[in-house]
């Protein structure tokens, strides 16, 4: 199945790159007198606007679950953000700032795709550079281009670094170029345009719906009880026979029995399993850190209790401990020689594409989706969001027209404000899709990549 997560990824194309120009005309549709309603013709202009990779349409195209994923995406961004809208967000001076931005990006790309389909193939050949000069000179301009900037600098890729003389100087001439666009654009009829329309109303909604989805993130948080309860109906969560297990394991390695014999009959982690759970010398910092603090915990030939990791659960036996120097700080520079007993979770293969989690975070994560997609739905309905879930996606294996030279890096750097999330769901994530280990390997492995896990 197509991952939800990579379409709800690619609504952020509408804010962050420039689309490829229209190849045919669009028709203007009047917009919805009360709520908002996505018709199915509708649907087919924002995919068809979106430039997604061609397998991805191509899957759309022929997948009715996956279109109806991608529609039920769409209506929850737009329910989150109808009801930031009645509480008050877009009046927030940020997020109006924002808003406003991406509502001119919108006309300004929307403009140059009419353009190059009309023969424009460099972005002076639309905007020129005495256009974007005479603009920046306007009364008035000059403040809105510092709250522009100032934005920019706060939720735009340079994390709140200030940018120099000379990117200063390129973010005028591309917010310039967007905006003698946008007015252009507006001259030109294109908020008639619907395929425009939707460009401005999945932007907004975008901004609108990330802030919501930060207000309302605590609501869906799901307590013990609710999370106990889902374990108990889904027992591929449930953890209780491996926790027996390995517990049986441990006290016969406390009753004197041979731990490497042990780890060869009994240990899942296939990497040390023959050799009797041996993991060599580590130091600190290779290990994940659950693991790495039981193991520097023990003496040379202590045992650990039950260490519980994303992996599933372990029995340590630390063989030996020694220095190899000092620090840059002074301090000595700890290893250990140990070996270990794993015994995971349960047979449930992990999802390849995501961190490993334990199957109670797994429990966590669904019932806080579940939680969250019943709120939205909710407010869709009370909110009067409508979007069509039976629609055609066009495929064709003909390249696209590409974006003329400039257009793309114009747009993206007046609208980097607009970015600052990177997940285009608001108020829907679906982490229970983004659970499960990310290798079947153990974590005693030597590896620094899961030591934050």
């Known amino acids: 199945m197509l991952s939800r997560k990579f379409l709800l990824a690619s609504l952020l194309i509408l804010s962050t790159q420039a689309h490829t120009f229209a190849q045919r005309p669009r028709a203007a549709t009047p917009a919805p007198a009360a709520g908002v309603n996505i018709t199915a013709e509708d649907m087919t202009l924002i995919i068809d606007g979106l430039d997604l990779p061609p397998e991805v349409v191509s899957k759309l195209s022929s997948d009715a679950t996956e279109r109806k994923n991608f529609a039920r995406d769409i209506r929850e961004m737009l329910a989150a953000a109808e009801e930031a809208k009645a509480e008050g967000y877009a009046a927030r001076p940020e997020l109006k700032l924002q808003t406003e931005l991406a509502r001119s990006f919108a006309i300004a790309q929307s403009y140059f795709k009419q353009r190059q389909a009309a023969g424009a193939t460099t972005p002076e050949q639309v905007i020129s550079q005495a256009e974007i000069d005479a603009y920046l000179k306007e009364p008035g301009v000059g403040p809105q281009f510092e709250a522009f900037l100032a934005d920019y600098v706060k939720n735009g890729p340079t994390h709140g670094a200030p940018v120099g003389d000379d990117q200063k100087k390129a973010l005028a001439t591309h917010y310039g170029r967007v905006m003698v666009a946008m007015r252009k654009g507006i ?45 108990a109906a889904h027992p591929e969560y449930d953890t209780k026979e491996a926790r027996a297990k390995i517990e049986g394991l441990l006290k016969r390695a406390q009753a004197g029995e041979d731990f490497g014999a042990l780890a060869k009959e009994y240990s899942q982690d296939r990497g040390s399993k023959a050799e009797g759970g041996e993991l060599g010398w580590f130091g600190r910092g290779v290990m994940i850190k659950p693991f790495e603090d039981a193991a520097f ?28 120097g000092t620090s840059a700080d002074g301090k000595p520079i700890e290893e250990v020689r140990a070996r270990h007993i794993l015994i995971r979770y349960n047979d449930t293969p992990p999802d390849p594409n995501a961190p490993p989690t334990t199957p109670r975070e797994q429990a966590r994560a669904a019932v806080e989706q579940q939680k969250r997609e019943r709120a939205l739905d909710e407010i869709a309905a009370r909110r009067n969001v409508r979007v069509a879930e039976n629609y055609i996606v066009e495929f064709s294996v003909i390249a696209p027209v590409q974006s003329a030279p400039g257009a793309s890096a114009g747009a993206n750097a007046a609208t980097q404000n607009t970015t600052q999330t990177q997940n285009a769901k608001p108020a829907s994530q679906t982490p229970a899709q983004n659970n499960g280990a990310a290798k079947q390997a153990a974590p005693a492995k030597r590896t620094t990549t899961r030591r934050n896990h």
């Open 187 to 231: 001259e030109a009829g294109l908020l008639r345009d619907r395929a425009t329309q939707l460009s401005v109303m999945l932007q907004q909604a975008r901004l609108l719906a990330n802030e919501y989805a930060k207000d309302a993130a605590p609501r869906f948080k799901p307590t013990d009880a609710e999370t106990d309860a889902y374990v």
């Open 297 to 324: 915990a023990l003496k040379p030939g202590e045992l650990s209790g039950v260490v519980e990791t994303v992996f599933g659960y372990h029995i340590i036996q630390v063989e030996e401990r020694h220095t190899t």
